[in-house]
């Protein structure tokens, strides 16, 4: 078991081991106490949530054997071919048990031919044949396949709880990385567990010694908290010049800017909510330090919710030109143009 990756090892192999997505483990494992599972779920949120890992509990707690557990990534076997196979192999009954579980990844990528073809087998399951249909985008599932399937919404995970996960792997491993290194990882994660297992896997391989912010910049082209606070006091301060000084210089660097506009949108979005409202500065109490909210705190005393909100927007806009510029650093400069305009004008 040491060779394999972290997230492989690590991955939970019982209910009491999942981190959040409680809504998802409490009904399922109440289903399987009173014997109420169904015979279709459909599993929608983003990656690395842990649908599959959750679809593979169910699977194992239904005492599924091996052989049983028919996992299909929709991605890659997304006609009609490979549902009519699937159908064909649901005839047989189970090797071992009372029950067949049928795991259909990024479901959304079937075509319209294999959803029809879906749709005859879920109408008319046989009882030994359970489907858990997962994807990340659930709206894209054709509405015959909604009705006939039990749907649960996978959530984001918080900062706080993928810090968690991440000290319980580091102490295991013996990884050497200080605090503010792993609030990095997280943050940088966008919600997903394993995105940062994967990155937490990258930083062990490159150097065995304390692993710190900078080696998280340098490896992974993540964005301190230090360098959007320096930009946010340019536009604060409505110094169009010292701001764009400061994106070139970026750049000199290697930052990766599409990065800095992502953790710049995060930022400026913190500044909005407590504009919003000053008691939901609690909400960033799992991705900031004390020090750190105080300062997002008195950054946003110089914007008015408008202008802070109209930032948002603008720097999201800039993130998704990023890939499309000639000159990569000319998205954000923009940005930074209309945004102090804006705050002029406000």
């Known amino acids: 078991m040491g060779n394999l990756v972290l997230y492989r090892k690590y991955r939970p192999q019982k209910w009491e081991e999942v981190i959040g997505q409680e809504h998802v483990v409490r009904t399922l494992t109440n289903a399987l106490k009173l014997e109420r599972v169904g015979h279709a779920y459909l599993f929608g949120g983003p990656r690395g949530t842990g649908k599959t890992t959750i679809a593979r509990l169910l ?3 239904l005492g599924c054997a091996d052989l049983d557990l028919i996992e299909i990534d929709a991605a890659s076997n997304r006609g009609i071919d490979e549902i009519r196979q699937l159908r064909e192999g649901i005839k047989f009954a189970p090797t071992a048990g009372k029950y067949k579980v049928f795991i259909i990844d ?3 990528q079937l075509t319209k031919e294999a959803f029809n073809a879906l749709l005859k087998t879920l109408e008319e399951p046989p009882a030994h044949a359970i489907f858990i249909l997962a994807t990340t985008e659930a709206h894209k599932v054709p ?3 909604l009705s006939r399937v039990q749907q649960f919404a996978f959530r984001r995970l918080s900062a706080a709880e993928i810090i968690q996960k991440l000290q319980k792997i580091t102490s295991a491993e013996k990884i050497k990385i200080n605090d503010s290194a792993l609030r990095l990882i997280a943050n940088y994660a966008g919600g997903s567990y394993r995105d940062a297992e994967s990155m937490l896997e990258q930083l062990r391989i490159w150097d065995d010694k304390m692993i710190e912010e900078s080696d998280i910049e340098e490896l992974l082209g993540a964005v301190n908290f230090e360098k959007v606070k320096v930009m946010t006091d340019y536009l604060g301060g409505a110094d169009a010049k010292g701001a764009i000084d400061y994106v070139g210089m970026l750049a000199e660097k ?8 992502k953790a ?3 930022h400026l979005r913190k500044m909005m909510l407590i504009k919003v409202d000053s008691s939901l500065a609690s909400l960033l109490a799992q991705e900031l330090t004390a020090d750190q909210t105080e300062i997002v705190k008195k950054q946003a005393e110089v914007f008015s919710l408008n202008s802070v909100a109209q930032a948002v927007k603008i720097v999201m806009a800039a993130q998704n030109d990023i890939k499309r ?3 990569p650093s000319l998205p954000i400069e923009l940005a ?3 945004i102090i305009n804006n705050k002029n004008s406000i």
């Open 325 to 327: 510029s000639p000159i």
């Open 59 to 61: 699977a194992k707690s």
């Open 336 to 338: 930074v143009v209309e």
């Open 254 to 261: 290697g930052t990766d800017l599409e990065m800095f506009a």
């Open 143 to 145: 509405e015959t396949i």
């Open 264 to 266: 710049l949108v995060s």
């Open 106 to 108: 990024e479901v959304h």
